[in-house]
């Protein structure tokens, strides 16, 4: 089974995602980790990471594997690396590039195959996964969104920021010519401004149960 779940940053799809393949002992894939992981290997390599073709041929060089959520190069794991401010300044413009988008599609379904996962990003229901079993779609006013950000990282920038961080990153996903942020069709809809994660949980738990009669 595909529980296939889209929404912009910021939304809980991550959190809520783990707490889903926990409950379900469903596999966990983040679209958004492989984008940021090679972004990252480029960078690392010293590399231009605004050269995109140069960014898939690093991409092609390496072999990701994913435990328990965590993504590894050579069975080392290198999550941590992933949320630098090297990686967020980049990664939104690198993961609009089509071929590396193509190439990532690729490496997301050959892991998902035969196996029950739950998997989240920007046109995973769109695109990745158009025929999964459930397809969820996260949505939250971007100063909520802004707001959440600025509590996990109190340290970085200022909340006015985070905001127009943000909302340039929306435009970028929105806009983006192949695999833009979009409700697919049939796609169970759920605003978390104002729901706790337990909640938005276990609306899509519902939802699990309900398809598999349970």
Do not use: W
Request: net charge negative; with cysteine; aromatic share 10%.
């Amino acid at each position: 089974m595909v529980v296939a779940i889209d929404g912009p940053a910021g939304v809980g799809k991550s959190t809520i995602a783990k707490m889903i393949a926990q409950e379900c002992n469903f596999y966990y894939l983040n679209s958004g980790s492989f984008y940021r992981a090679y972004t990252y290997l480029h960078v690392q390599e010293g590399k231009d990471p605004m050269d995109f073709p140069s960014v898939l041929q690093t991409a092609k060089h390496y072999v990701l594997t994913v435990d328990e959520g965590h993504i590894c190069v050579d069975g080392k794991n290198i999550e941590d690396q992933l949320h630098t401010r090297d990686v967020d300044r980049y990664v939104a413009k690198v993961s609009a590039y089509p071929p590396l988008r193509e190439f990532v599609n690729e490496q997301l379904r050959r892991i998902s195959k035969d196996i029950d996962v739950v998997v989240e990003g920007r046109d995973i229901t769109t695109v990745v996964f158009p025929d999964a079993e459930l397809k969820c779609y996260f949505d939250a006013k971007p100063e909520v969104r802004a707001e959440r950000r600025y509590k996990q990282h109190p340290e970085g920038q200022d909340y006015e920021s985070v905001l127009r961080e943000i909302i340039e990153r929306d435009h970028i996903d929105r806009t983006k010519p192949v695999g833009a942020l979009q409700v697919a069709q049939g796609a169970l809809y759920i605003d978390t401004s104002y729901l706790t994660m337990g909640q938005v949980c276990e609306k899509v738990l519902s939802a699990i149960f309900t398809l598999k009669g349970e």
